[in-house]
């Protein structure tokens, strides 16, 4: 199954030939996960647990054990992911005031281990 490609803050992709662009696989996950991470628990009314609102967390104070059970809570319930492989979520400080947020798990599709990586 195919959906429409959507970059994370931005507007729908197009095509090469200027249409709307597809996604399908590892990739169509990859967007599905930071949709689901960035959108704001509560904002979709039909599934009010949906979201993780990491966007809502930059400038407050680093809560890393609270951040890492959202985002595995999240992951447990994204389709794509292959539930009986291990989730593994890294947070590291490389720099005052920045954080970087690996998530490392297996696509349910194509049975890779996938790595995402979100930076502050």
Not at 102 to 119: C, F, K, N, P
Request: hydrophobic share 40%; with cysteine; charged share 15%.
């Amino acid at each position: 199954m195919s959906a429409l490609s959507h970059t994370m803050g931005g507007d729908l992709d197009l095509s090469g030939a200027g249409g709307l662009a597809v996604v399908t696989g590892a990739d169509q996950t990859r967007q599905a996960i930071l949709r689901r991470l960035c959108t704001n628990s509560g904002a979709y009314i039909w599934q009010p647990d949906y979201g993780a609102g990491l966007p809502g967390r930059v400038g407050s104070v680093m809560d890393e054990s609270a951040v890492r059970s959202l985002v595995l809570e999240q992951m447990n319930d994204e389709a794509g992911v292959d539930q009986s492989q291990p989730i593994n979520v890294t947070i590291t400080n490389p720099k005052v005031g920045a954080y970087l947020l690996a998530i490392s798990y297996t696509d349910a599709a194509s049975g890779t281990v996938q790595e995402l990586t979100l930076t502050t």
